[in-house]
């Protein structure tokens, strides 16, 4: 029996978390971009349904938790800048013992003003009546067009009512504006409680692939070692922050591999890309180490291109470094190694204005990272890749893919490898959110030697 144990998430959860006067600063910050003649509404995330009457667990809406931390599904938050009666409102359940029975306490339009800092709330019954009043004498409306079709229809029905009391007075919206060009500038550049937030996400992350590797073997399916990632989760009070990717020998060149349900074979490498979602943030981990417990020779020397070119992504992570700057250096490195190794033909410079690299590097090299997975922020700025900055936090993460049926030697097909880290930007340079998560190939292969590998 495998006595071997991953360490624990080195932070208590009690320490760390978003406090109220954030979430004041956030939504100020926001109204002070806004305007006072704006108005912005965000409505949570709905239930979904999952089959017939049971439904996924609930997750809030990011902008929505960005701006008020409110956990509740039904509920439309409401900024109002330079409202006399209050700026900040929700409109929400009321308490309910009855439903509350079955599916837990709700904090009710009481508790919004008390616990979650809203200067006033209503019950959401009541917001066809209230709403239209809150429209009239703005100028500008921001919402998320498009996102909830729904929705759409309520609030276009909302300023037709004011609208049609033009003769008598009243002063309807005359622009509307996407939200997100003012809300997700914001939560691109993470706070001191976001980042210990992340921080821990990527500790839990860090104990889930030590769990992982400690279950992986030769004869063990991927569902298993799904298994003890969602378990080191789960233990820590943490989500996984999306499907995991579990995908053994040729099924990591599929690069959204998730049916995780075929058994580990020996000489086979694993490809395992997951991370944990705490308090609503995510990490994003990929690590690919052998099954058996050593790399071939094929797939150690692929293995180090992919090192190496993750290194010189993570050189260009500096503040005033363009954010194309580290793919740019991935590519370079992952095409040299490529043609090194006899799998790509030709120069170096010619490769490269070929994108010849793409047969077996298809993808760029990371995405913000936040809220959500695939965090929200402009890549570019004026039609020019912008800069990065202290604050940003974002993966780097290279990939070499040889599918079988490639036209290489058959020793190469059926390799896939990709090596993902969580990296943000500081004032003096970056800080590796998933460092403890072993990357380079000796410390891997120690890493598996404890679990009898």
Known sequence: MDTHAPRRAAKSS???????????????????????????????????????????????????????????????????????????????????????????????PEGAVDRYGCDDAWPIADMDEILPGLLEGRSRVYYHFGRDVEFDIKLMGWVNRVRAQVRHGAQPPHEFLELGHLLHELRLFKSAAELRLMR??????????????AAARPGVHEYAVEAALLHAFRRNDAYAAYHPIVGGGAR???????????????????????????????????????????????????????????????????????????HDAAVAVITDGLLRLGLLKGSLKKALASESYKRYYMHKTGHWL???????????????????????????EPGIYIAPGSKVAERWQGIGIRIEDNVAITDGGHEVLTAAIPSAPDDVEEALAPCGK
């Open 200 to 213: 821990h996400a990527a500790a839990i992350s860090a104990e889930a692939h030590a769990a992982a590797m």
């Open 252 to 326: 990591a060149c599929v690069l959204h591999y998730i049916d995780n349900n075929r058994m580990l074979a020996d000489g086979e490498l694993l490809l395992i890309d997951a991370g944990a979602e705490y308090q609503n943030y995510a990490s994003d981990v990929t690590r690919t180490f052998p099954v058996n417990g050593r790399y071939s020779v094929e797939q150690r020397q692929l293995y180090e291109v992919v090192l190496a070119a993750q290194q010189a992504a993570l050189a260009c992570a500096r503040p005033g470094s363009n954010w194309i700057a580290g």
């Open 14 to 108: 009690k320490t760390i978390g978003i406090a109220a006067p954030e979430y004041a600063r956030r939504r100020r910050q926001l109204m002070r971009m806004a305007g006072e003649d704006a108005i912005a509404i965000l409505p949570a995330a709905p239930l979904r349904v999952r089959s017939n009457d049971t439904h996924y667990p609930y997750r809030q809406d990011s902008d929505f938790w960005y701006l008020s931390g409110f956990p509740e599904p039904e509920a439309v938050l409401v900024l109002v800048p330079g409202r006399a009666h209050g700026e900040v409102l929700l409109f929400c359940r009321e308490r309910d013992p009855e439903r509350e029975s079955w599916d837990g306490a709700r904090a009710g």
């Open 370 to 396: 936040g809220l959500d997975v695939h965090d929200v922020g402009d890549y570019r700025l004026a039609g020019a890749y912008r800069e990065l900055e202290a604050g940003m936090v974002f993966t780097i």
